[in-house]
């Protein structure tokens, strides 16, 4: 099939990659052409696992070609994806003036039906304003063409695997033309395709991230009933998850999320709700137990160090938003690193792929970039782990006892393992984990807790 992809970031670029590599021909189109440029020379613009070896062997198969032209990469074209950045606006909703651009210029240069697919995360009734745009736009009222909605669900760090092999595909549209045309580019693939209506497929997209966050949420507010109670919120998340009903997948503890994604979805879900008059409560919560892990965070800090960091210096390891990515938007790690300097401590900072985003986010002063993760330690007052890189986890205690002044880490991720790390004489702070035996547990309570359960029991587990 011959497809043109608008906007060549994480999405966009993975996407024209992949069904380039099904066999499609495929044009990658973007306004920047600083991107545009790198990418034709081979160089990627961004660092996803994998993909470098995709895009340079379907480029030199002529599959693949890119362009910064919307009428020349539509020419062709029997489908049209829109995979424009959808950022947070002042309100919370989504800012979507990059996607009515867009779809002005595909419609001023239609010149055949096609079917004009959103990818970008878009709120319920985007892709009906979408079609109208378009159809204004159009140079003849003959030209025909139709919308479709298929939201994307990839992870930043595993983009490839999971655009090659999605657990599903969502496709909505109000034509059975379109919904021929898209099932002739993922009939191949053996995961279910949710073939729906436009404004369902808008909502499957927010419903899951939505859901996906509350999940982190629930096993944050978890980690401090365990941080109180002295239970291991890692243990409890294990035990949880091995339930086939609960799932593993997002159940670790820690400071919160943060990216490109979870943070203004979660946000342009609830300005939905609200602008439907309706009060999503659960969602609201979500939001405010994120925002309170990492201040809850930084207490602990603040408790061991005092209000006043001048004179101190601490290792940062990880500064993306999460592990296998150089993405450090919304990252809450850069976030933690900006109230660190605020507080007047000086920072020595390693992240594996993200050192040149982070630069531009965090500047120079007081912060200095190392060249690996022990370089980071020499001298320092604390380690920092922020994100989850493998190689983070695999750290050396011993040679991290040698480098710091003093042996303490704040362990935003759960990374470390408690029981070594406490041998090694370290004093530990993680997420929903007793610090070195310094949680008293209220025996009172506890008598009070059992005695609820005994009398109080629904038998529902
Ligand atoms: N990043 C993710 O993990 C992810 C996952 C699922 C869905 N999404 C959604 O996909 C969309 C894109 O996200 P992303 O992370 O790829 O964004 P991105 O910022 O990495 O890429 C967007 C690209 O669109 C280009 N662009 C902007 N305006 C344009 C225009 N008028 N014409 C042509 N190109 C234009 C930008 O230059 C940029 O390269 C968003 O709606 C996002 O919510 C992202």
Redesign the pocket.
């Known amino acids: 099939m011959k497809l043109c992809v ?9 996407g024209a990659a992949i069904f380039s590599d099904w066999g499609n021909d495929v044009v990658g ?4 052409t600083e ?1 545009i440029d790198r990418i034709k020379k081979g160089e990627m ?2 660092y996803e696992p994998g993909l470098s070896e995709i895009v340079l062997r379907n480029i030199s198969q002529n599959r693949l070609t890119f362009t ?1 032209s ?1 009428a020349d990469g539509i020419k062709d074209a029997e489908i049209v994806f829109i ?5 947070q606006s002042d309100t919370g909703a ?1 800012d979507l003036s ?2 009515w ?2 779809a002005k ?1 595909i419609g001023k240069n239609m010149n055949g039906y096609k079917v004009i697919v959103t ?4 709120p319920v009734g985007t892709n009906e304003k979408v079609k109208m745009i378009i159809r204004e736009n159009l140079p003849g009222p003959q030209i025909e063409f139709d919308v479709a909605s298929n ?6 760090g595993s ?1 490839v695997e999971d655009m090659a092999a999605p657990d599903r595909t969502v496709v909505g549209s109000d034509s059975e033309k379109a919904h021929a045309v898209m099932r002739r580019l993922y009939e191949h693939l053996n995961t279910p395709i949710v073939e729906c209506d436009l404004r369902s497929a808008e909502m499957i ?1 927010y419903a899951s991230n939505g859901f996906l966050a509350a999940k982190i949420s629930f096993i944050n507010e978890i980690a401090q009933i365990c941080e109180r109670a002295g239970a291991d919120v890692t243990v409890v998340a294990r035990g949880m998850g091995l339930d086939k009903r609960v799932g593993s997948a997002f159940l670790n503890a820690g400071i919160g999320y943060g ?3 979870f943070p ?2 979660v946000a342009a879900l609830y300005k939905t709700s609200t602008d439907q008059d309706y009060d999503f409560k659960l969602l609201r919560s979500v939001m405010e137990v994120n925002v309170a892990q990492r201040e809850n965070f930084m207490n602990k800090v603040l408790r061991h160090f005092g209000k006043n960091l001048a004179g101190r210096t601490f290792a940062i390891l990880g500064l993306a938003f999460k592990g296998n990515t150089d ?1 450090i ?1 919304d990252s809450v790690s850069i976030e933690i690193v900006k109230k660190l300097r605020g507080l007047g401590a000086k920072l020595r900072v390693y992240d594996p792929e993200a050192m040149y985003n982070a630069k531009q986010a965090l500047g120079a002063v007081n912060v200095e970039y190392c060249l690996d993760k022990y370089e980071t330690m020499q001298g320092a007052d604390a380690l920092f782990v922020l994100t989850e890189w493998k190689e983070f986890a695999t750290v050396e205690l011993d040679k991290v006892k040698t480098l710091l002044k003093s042996p303490v880490i704040f362990d935003g991720r759960n990374l470390l393992d408690r029981a070594k790390v406490e041998e090694m004489g370290f004093t530990y702070f993680a997420v929903g984990k007793r610090t070195n035996g310094m949680v008293k547990i209220d025996t009172r309570n506890l008598y009070q807790t059992v005695l609820l359960n005994t009398n109080g029991s629904t038998g529902q587990h």
């Not at 990818?119 to 878009?122: E, G, L, Q, R």
């Not at 939201?151 to 930043?156: A, C, N, S």
């Open positions: 608008i906007g060549t970031g994480y999405v966009g670029l993975v189109v973007d306004i920047d991107k613009p961004i910064t919307i995979c424009v950045g959808t950022p989504a990059a996607v651009e867009v210029d990818k970008s995360t878009v939201p994307e669900f990839l992870r930043e983009s997209k990216g490109s994604c203004k979805d993405d938007r």
